[in-house]
């Protein structure tokens, strides 16, 4: 059974760095994309980055491009987010999803993920 676990959430004032980490139970992590999505208040949940199976390639929304970086460890079995200059509009809960068999042109798609975790809360505020 596939268990996606995030930490690191909390409250940090604009223009602030957060880091989120994803632990996975998976056995054959190295063979999923990972990714994060988020959903602020009253907003549809968004893709906010991606990565494919062995880390080369990632993948952004425009909107935190250049302010956040996802990256994995394959012999850890975590996915992390670090987001620097953090804004007012980042806040929203954070999620990590998996998903084998995943394509570049899916990787925005909420449906095309396979697993989810329960989400850690990320409130940007003065």
């Known amino acids: 059974q596939v268990q996606l676990v995030e930490s690191g959430g909390g409250s940090v004032l604009p223009g602030g760095s957060m880091r989120l980490s994803c632990a996975a139970s998976?056995?054959?992590?190295?063979?999923?994309?990972m990714a994060w999505f988020r959903q602020g208040p009253g907003k549809e949940r968004e893709a906010v980055a991606g990565?494919?199976?062995?880390?080369?390639?990632?993948y952004y929304a425009d909107s935190v491009k250049g302010r956040f970086t996802i990256s994995r460890d394959n012999a850890k079995n975590t996915v992390d987010l670090q987001m620097n200059s953090l804004k007012f509009e980042d806040t929203a809960m954070y999620y990590c999803?998996?998903?084998?068999?995943?394509?570049?042109?899916?990787?925005?798609?909420?449906?095309?993920?396979?697993?989810w975790g329960q989400g850690t809360q990320v409130t940007v505020s003065s």
């Open positions: 998976i056995n054959t992590f190295s063979s999923y994309w």
């Open positions: 999803a998996a998903a084998r068999g995943m394509t570049y042109y899916r990787w925005k798609w909420n449906s095309a993920w396979d697993y």
């Open positions: 990565m494919n199976t062995d880390g080369r390639l990632t």
